[in-house]
């Protein structure tokens, strides 16, 4: 069955540094690829999505690439800040004989400190 | 702005009580999902439903049921409350380019 794979959090930067958060995924067939993000105390928001292979997903400065060969969808972003301390969640749509549904991974926790 | 709204935010339960928690979307959404997510566990997806009166389970639907019957509400019921089910319960609703729409969150206790 489809399955998403992160890095384990906690990821811990300080403001500027460069982030990376691996996603690899498990699927039949061409899902689109998303990123969700939750802030302290909110529910989760879309952040960015890919629906075919080398689409590149970007919002806010983040941005990340659907690599087919290697089933990857890494989330990086160049500069990070303080406001961007939340849960990271990457996710794949699968398409079953009904309709859609979205797995997601573990999630993945980024503090950023001034 | 798409609205899912979920009708608590805290709940307590005793073990063996019926318990519904309610989801309202109001966009005219097909797809409506209900999750639970659980430290170090992510979201996991209870159930799902693809228009009035259909379901399908998700990867964890035991202990559970759900019921559609208008378009705008999914219900998640608790047959018989049990403390493994203590838990954030967020519900979504699905828009027609795949984006996900969340509640804020049920925060269920089962004591």
């Known amino acids: 069955g489809n399955s998403v794979t992160q890095m384990e959090g906690p990821v811990t930067l300080s403001e500027e540094a460069f982030l990376t958060i691996n996603c690899t995924y498990t699927?039949?067939?061409?899902?689109?690829l998303f990123w969700y993000v939750q802030y302290p105390g909110e529910g989760l928001q879309l952040l960015l999505k890919a629906t075919k292979a080398d689409d590149k997903g970007s919002n806010k400065g983040f941005e990340a690439t659907y690599r087919k060969e290697t089933t990857s969808f890494h989330l990086e972003k160049g500069s990070v800040q303080v406001s961007d301390s939340a849960v990271y969640f990457c996710?794949?749509?699968?398409?079953?004989?009904?309709?859609?549904?979205?797995?997601f991974g573990k999630g993945t926790s980024l503090l950023v400190t001034p | 702005d798409v609205k899912v709204t979920q009708s608590s935010r805290y709940l307590v339960k005793r073990t063996g009580e019926k318990v519904f928690l309610e989801c309202v979307q109001d966009m005219d959404h097909e797809n409506m999902f209900w999750y639970r997510q659980d430290p170090g566990l992510g979201l996991r997806l209870i159930y799902f439903?693809?228009?009035?009166?259909?379901?399908e389970k998700g990867d964890i639907p035991e202990g559970y049921s759900v019921s559609r019957e208008k378009k705008e509400r999914f219900s998640l019921i608790l047959e018989s409350a049990s403390t493994n089910q203590t838990s954030m319960y967020l519900c979504a609703s699905m828009g027609f380019n795949e984006k996900l729409f969340f509640g804020s969150g049920t925060q269920l206790s089962v004591l």
């Open positions: 996710a794949l749509s699968g398409r079953s004989n009904s309709g859609y549904a979205l797995n």
């Open positions: 439903s693809y228009d009035v009166k259909m379901k």
């Open positions: 699927a039949t067939g061409y899902p689109s």
